[in-house]
Nanobody, 121 residues
Framework: QVQLVESGGGLVQAGGSLRLSCVAS????????MAWFRQAPGKEREFVGA???????DYARSVQGRFIISRDNAKNTVYLQMNSLKPEDTAVYYC???????????????WGQGTQVTVSS
């Protein structure tokens, strides 16, 4: 079992930055691919980005060039650095762990409870 706890969400003005963190329990964190998804009110959950155990990354087109995913295996933590935020980035952001980098939510076995990000215009 892996438990994931996100933090770092909040209210920020458009153009600003936030860094989300996701801390995982368990001793096998380094073996998991880690991903970030988000869900805005009234919308489907969508893939944001993911990082594999080797550090390979993949991003949604909507955040490419603005968001950066990184991981610190010694701290069992994955980060999402969000820059140049837009009002349309407003959503609950979820951290997920799975066997490999994928943009499909069903490929991830473990999920956090989510953290709210609100971007004001």
């Amino acid at each position: 079992q892996v438990q994931l706890v996100e933090s770092g969400g909040g209210l920020v003005q458009a153009g600003g930055s936030l860094r989300l963190s996701c801390v995982a329990s368990g001793r096998t964190f380094s073996a998991y691919a880690m991903a970030w998804f988000r869900q805005a009110p009234g919308k489907e959950r969508e893939f944001v980005g993911a990082i594999g155990w080797r550090g390979n990354t993949d991003y949604a087109r909507s955040v490419q060039g603005r968001f950066i995913i990184s991981r610190d295996n010694a701290k069992n933590t994955v980060y999402l650095q969000m820059n140049s935020l837009k009002p349309e980035d407003t959503a609950v952001y979820y951290c997920a762990a799975g066997g490999g980098v994928s943009f499909q939510g069903y490929d991830y076995n473990y999920w956090g409870q989510g953290t709210q990000v609100t971007v004001s215009s």
